[in-house]
């Protein structure tokens, strides 16, 4: 099937150019195939447990799994392809998936299909039977079937597929030792098996005949010669691509091939069947089998078997209520994880400020230099103690809340409310997804955009996710709002206002989102918006504990990794300005007054500048540097009190106004380094990270000088 030795002997690396690393020459590769939101993953997972990683395939922005399992004495090798509505690829993702089934060497395919909706995910089934007979059909969610009172006979279903049917429940587990016992008797035996042919009509079934015993003659038994007559009679160019890649010739170069594909076209035009009316042809058939079958292995109890899900869409994507109900969530996770994060976090910074001392002893123990304990204990580890205790509560919070809403099905949701706004800023419609990602981390919303199809619209996407604030610019956001805006109210009160003002924030955000989009989309990356397919999953309960340690592992540890990764250097960086002085002043009070006479213009001052610049490699550390800066200290350090900060900065001059134009920049001004880094990998180029960097530096600064300055005209301020 297309396989490769490594020149190591330990592995495999197919055409996709995915490496699969094989402990024998007997493990078993399994492919798992299935369409978005059927609970592929959770099959995976299942089986997998913690003995899988991530990558992404080569030369592409798509994320892969891999994953090794056990089962009587034979090795697995799970490989979770992506999510795939058709193996027609309209895609990334979907050309992955063909290529992977098609080239990839698996022993076997499991195509995962959602129990709830299964005639929609027999046409990815029936393809795949088109390239290879080693399927099996995962019926997944059987426990939601049955809720429904939706009936599905197996025992019909494997009569009228020809191929292992094995119904699942891969949540608690339910039915995995009949699919994997199903998967081993399949990937180790050698018998033909006789699945399903679709029949695509005389005309196409005479065009097919002639083309396939040219193409057995060529290709052998590589790849299925009747599949690949169909894609070359429908001009697939991304297949013919990947075909000439597997076999190492460009068929259409072979002159008896492309004689006989002109014959067969020919044949079919007089029949009546157009070239451009092939695939309609191909796809109506494939819908009308799925019909077929499913009349006669699925029954449903009641007629209405969704009703519940429908009467919450009438309210979750009404024209009314959506909005509104989109923005209440949010002021709730917001406010859920503004007030639980601010004991773990104030914990986590003196459990860490209490190892300052212990280092700084260790240093005086080796003799060090004083030079050398100021750079690694109050530079390094001060900045690094920092990042930590504000970055990761509420990541921890904030993350496994967002998965929450993801189990539950509630994010396609938002994406489907902020269809609409997007399509008018000729941008796609899954950047609401992205959008929502970037909440938590602009890195993870930068990795998200992934999932758009269009190159236009992906860099959109990349381009903007930077305008809704992350973790990072929540603590400078809420100090701020606290200290000038709701410090007036008392308890519970002072963390609503807070809330409500980070709310209306982060509106705020998404309008400047759609505003920078639609500029975008008219100037630099002029287009129209294309169409997708958004499917609304059936709303499900969520696992929490599954949802806590996948959120914490796969996001809130990894965005935290990166940010220490790029706040360790910034902490040499900050405690060299800080320390080295020319003349009465050090580094950094020099640059602050450089800056002075832009800053005030733009309604900040230098130091406020400053440290945001310094703060480019983790927008947590803005606020200690200015802290830092205004009490002229040559350490990271902190305030005991938001009413001691507060008169901090009032005594150099800060007013509301200054509150607000902090505010602002903060929500709008330059990503942060891990960002810019995630930019840099995911368009692979200088130029792009460069833009992302300037459009939010630029708006940035026009909003904050038209906000100061119509204020100063007003006269409603005084002072900077």
């Excluded at 519940?308 to 709730?332: C, V």
């Excluded at 993801?406 to 997007?422: K, M, Q, T």
């Excluded at 505003?515 to 709303?539: A, D, N, R």
């Amino acid at each position: 099937m297309g396989l490769t030795n490594a020149s190591t002997g330990t592995g495999v690396l197919n055409h996709c150019g995915l490496h699969i690393e094989k402990v024998t020459p007997k493990d078993k590769i399994i492919a798992l195939a299935g369409n978005p939101n059927v609970g592929k993953s959770t099959v995976f997972n299942a089986l997998t447990g913690l003995n899988q990683h991530t990558g992404n395939w080569p030369g592409k922005t798509v994320v892969n799994a891999q994953g090794k399992y056990r089962y009587k004495d034979t090795n697995f090798i799970m490989v979770d392809i992506p999510g795939t509505y058709s193996l027609m690829a309209n895609s990334t993702e979907e050309e992955i998936a063909r290529d992977f089934i098609c080239f990839g060497g698996a022993d076997s395919v499991v195509v995962v299909a959602d129990a709830t909706c299964l005639e929609r995910n027999l046409n990815l089934v029936l393809q795949t039977l088109e390239v290879t007979d080693r399927v099996i059909l995962c019926v997944n969610l059987m426990d939601e079937a049955r809720k429904k009172k939706i009936n599905i006979d197996l025992k019909v279903l494997t009569s009228r597929l020809g191929i292992p049917v094995i119904g699942t429940s891969a949540r608690s587990k339910k039915g995995l030792d009949e699919l994997m016992e199903a998967v081993k008797g399949l990937s180790e035996s050698e018998a033909a098996l006789n699945p399903l042919r679709i029949d695509y009509g005389e005309e196409i079934e005479a065009a097919v005949s002639m083309l396939e015993p040219v193409l057995t003659d060529l290709s052998g038994e590589k790849i299925s010669s009747r599949w690949v007559a169909l894609k070359l009679l429908d001009g697939d160019e991304s297949l013919l691509t990947s075909l000439k890649n597997h076999l190492g010739f460009d068929l259409l170069q072979n002159d008896e091939i492309a004689q006989a594909v002109k014959e067969a076209k020919l044949i079919m035009e007089e029949a009546g069947v157009q070239t451009d009316q092939f695939r309609d042809q191909i796809v109506t058939k494939i819908v009308q089998c799925c019909e077929n079958i499913c009349r006669e292995a699925v029954t449903f109890e009641k007629e209405e078997y969704a009703a519940r899900d429908r009467k919450i869409d009438k309210i979750i994507t009404s024209k009314i209520t959506g909005i509104p109900i989109m923005i209440a969530m949010l002021f709730g996770i917001f406010w859920f994880t503004i007030t639980g994060a601010n004991v773990p976090s104030s914990l986590l910074a003196s459990g860490l400020f209490m190892l300052e001392n212990p280092l700084s002893q260790f240093f005086l123990w080796l003799s060090a230099p004083e030079w050398l304990r100021g750079i690694f204990v109050d530079g390094i580890f001060r900045t690094l103690a920092w990042v930590i205790s504000v970055m990761l509560p509420p990541m921890a919070i904030f993350f496994p809340l967002f998965t929450l809403l993801e189990d539950l099905g509630y994010l396609p949701r938002v994406a489907f409310n902020l269809d609409n706004f997007f399509r008018k800023a000729c941008a796609h419609g899954k950047q609401a997804l992205t959008m929502c990602m970037g909440f938590g981390c602009n890195a993870c919303g930068v990795i998200g955009c992934r999932i758009i199809d269009s190159p236009r619209e992906r860099l959109i996407a990349i381009l903007t996710n930077n305008f809704v604030p992350c973790n990072g610019r929540f603590p400078t956001l809420i100090a701020i709002i606290t200290m000038f805006f709701a410090g007036s109210a008392n308890g519970a009160f002072q963390s609503v206002i807070s809330t409500l003002m980070l709310t209306v924030t982060i509106v705020l955000g998404v309008a400047m989102t759609l505003l920078i989009s639609k500029l975008l989309s008219k100037t630099i990356l002029k287009g129209m918006p294309s169409s997708f397919q958004l499917e609304l999953p059936p709303y499900r309960r969520p696992q929490v504990g599954k949802v806590i340690v996948r959120s914490i592992f796969d996001r809130t540890l990894y965005v935290l990794g990166r940010a220490i990764a790029v706040a360790a250097p910034a902490g040499l960086v900050i405690w060299i300005l800080a320390n080295i002085h020319a003349g009465d002043l050090s580094l950094l009070a020099h640059c602050a007054g450089f800056l002075d006479p832009f800053a005030r213009f733009i309604g900040l001052d230098g130091y406020i500048l400053m440290a945001f610049i310094l703060g480019f490699p983790a927008n947590e550390i803005v606020v200690p540097i200015l802290i830092m800066s205004y009490m002229a200290a040559g350490t990271l350090t902190d305030m005991d009190s938001l009413t001691e900060l507060h008169q901090l900065f009032v005594n150099n001059g800060w007013t509301w106004l200054t509150a607000v134009c902090t505010m602002l920049f903060t929500l709008l001004h330059w990503p942060c380094g891990t960002t810019c880094l995630t930019v840099k990998k995911e368009t692979q180029s200088l130029k792009w990270t460069l833009v992302s960097f300037t459009i939010p530096t630029v708006t940035g600064i026009v909003v904050c000088m038209i906000v100061a300055n119509t204020v100063r005209l007003l006269g409603l301020v005084s002072g900077i």
